[in-house]
């Protein structure tokens, strides 16, 4: 596990036990996001296709920084299940091809589902009473993989792989932005999707999502 995620994990021990005046207040969220999910375009003939989705859930612990409770971090747990669809061909060899679009399978599917760890650096101009604020989240999240698929059918062949080779430890920066309840989210991660170690697979496809984001107090 990254260095930064113990980093987090002391922070949240430290402000969040030590951390006893009454006039602050905290935005302790349960949080539902839904993306959509892409690789980029930066891999020569590599397309996108369908609908590719990512949904999560967990709670966000806050942490205020100021008396006014307006500046704060936020660390919490959660889970998410992602879908790619694209015209990227895997076989068990961890070799690959691009297919042309007149090859286009009826499923040609990466899944996986992580436990996440997200950081946030929260303002917001909220007060103990107002409910309804402008809020910008920005931070890191940190994802462990821990179930991944694959899955292609077609007329001629049809098979599926597990533990597929994508890259278990994930990490990327966030922000959202909103009002009230709906928030604008972004995702941009920091590492190749596929694993470096394997070199038969491309570097260069790196993970983005674009999506809402849901917070409940």
Request: hydrophobic share 35%; proline share 3%; aromatic share 20%.
């Amino acid at each position: 596990m990254p260095k930064i995620i113990y980093c987090i994990f002391f922070l949240f021990v430290y402000f969040g036990y030590t951390q006893q005046n009454p006039q602050r207040y905290r935005e302790d969220q349960i949080y539902f996001s839904v993306y959509y999910n892409s690789l980029g375009d930066n891999l020569n003939n590599f397309k996108e296709n369908k609908f590719s989705n990512s949904l999560n859930f967990g709670f966000l612990r806050d942490i205020p920084l100021s008396a006014s409770g307006k500046f704060a971090i936020g660390i919490g747990f959660g889970l998410g299940i992602n879908s790619f669809n694209n015209n990227l061909k895997l076989s068990n060899s961890n070799s690959y091809i691009l297919l042309n679009n007149r090859e286009i399978p009826s499923k040609n599917v990466f899944n996986y589902s992580e436990f996440q760890i997200p950081f946030e650096i929260r303002w917001r101009n909220s007060s103990i009473d107002n409910y309804k604020f402008w809020r910008i989240y920005a931070g890191l999240k940190y994802s462990r993989v821990f179930s991944s698929s694959y899955i292609f059918e077609s007329e001629q062949e049809k098979y599926k792989l597990n533990n597929t080779p994508i890259n278990l430890d994930q990490i990327g920066l966030t922000l959202n932005i909103g009002f009230n309840t709906w928030n604008i989210g972004l995702y941009k991660s920091l590492d190749s999707f596929f694993n470096k170690k394997i070199d038969s697979l491309p570097k260069n496809l790196e993970h983005f999502k674009l999506g809402l984001v849901f917070y409940i107090l």
